[in-house]
């Protein structure tokens, strides 16, 4: 009886463990999908940061991506992470600091990004739009 016990035991807490490290790995994806998202907005690789999407019908409308071209950001930080319970959406807030090429003031943009899990792919996917310089 005993053995079986702790069998079950040891079963639940291998279970729970397993649970952990996919938690853990899922945020440690979205860390890294995070950074290269923001570096690609940060060097000017706007058509690169559009790639972070999931595109939901084949005629979406794609940004002005020469609009875009006149932007360039100077600095950004992350100011906070808001994390869904079960650990499947993510809303990020970054402050941007950049100015368009043609004028010299710069300026700020808080930028309000969502994110969502796709289990099926495995990866994390922006629901929101790029910023709006």
């Known amino acids: 009886m005993c053995k079986f016990a702790v069998t079950g035991i040891v079963f639940i807490l291998l279970i ?5 490290m996919e938690t853990g790995e ?3 994806h979205f ?3 995070s950074r290269a998202y923001l570096r690609a907005i940060r060097w000017g690789e706007y058509e ?3 790639a972070f999407k999931k595109l ?22 992350v100011k906070q992470t808001i994390i869904s319970e079960d650990k499947s959406r993510i809303i990020q807030i970054v402050d941007f600091q950049y100015y368009r090429t043609n ?18 792919e495995e990866k994390w996917f922006l629901q929101s739009h790029l910023p709006k310089f």
Not at 56 to 77: C, H, I, M
């Open 16 to 20: 729970l463990g397993c649970a952990s």
């Open 26 to 28: 899922k945020m440690s």
């Open 31 to 33: 860390d890294e999908t």
């Open 48 to 50: 690169a940061a559009f």
């Open 56 to 77: 939901k019908a084949r005629d979406e409308e794609l940004p002005d991506f020469e609009n875009y071209r006149t932007v360039q950001v100077t600095n950004y930080k």
């Open 103 to 120: 004028d010299v003031t710069v300026k700020n943009l808080i930028d309000r990004q969502k994110w969502e899990y796709d289990k099926e």
